[in-house]
Nanobody
Framework: QLQASGGGLVQAGGSLRLSCAAS????????CAWFRQAPGKEREFVAA????????AYSDSVKGRFTISRSNAKNTVYLQMNSLTAEDTAVYYC??????????????????WGQGTLVTVSR
């Protein structure tokens, strides 16, 4: 089970850190990702990280602004979001899949999904 948190309202140019807490003892074996869905748009890939944090992947729209990380000791994956713009407004979802390798991080498919946390960036 995945529980996303940390969303909220922030001004353009600001920062937020999302967290996704996972239950279960095998979290360290899962690759994790963040996706987002803006109003009226399809869900899109944002960032992902392999189980050992050896590899990460980012969408072009967030590369250089967002950073994904994880703490296997805390069963938590994070998304640090900086330099936010109104285009980043969306519901953000965390996802996980056992054993994904780096080349498949963007597509998964991911088996487990959190409930989503809303990020609103005001202009």
């Amino acid at each position: 089970q995945l529980q996303a948190s940390g969303g909220g309202l922030v001004q353009a140019g600001g920062s937020l850190r999302l967290s996704c807490a996972a239950s279960g003892r095998t979290f360290s074996g899962y690759a994790c990702a963040w996706f987002r869905q803006a109003p009226g748009k399809e869900r899109e890939f944002v960032a992902a990280i392999t189980r050992g944090s050896g590899s990460t992947a980012y969408s072009d729209s967030v590369k250089g602004r967002f950073t994904i990380s994880r703490s296997n000791a805390k069963n938590t994956v994070y998304l640090q979001m900086n330099s936010l713009t109104a285009e980043d407004t969306a519901v953000y979802y965390c996802a996980a899949k056992m054993g994904l390798i780096a080349s498949t991080l963007r597509v998964g498919p991911y088996d487990y999904w959190g409930q989503g946390t809303l990020v609103t960036v005001s202009r």
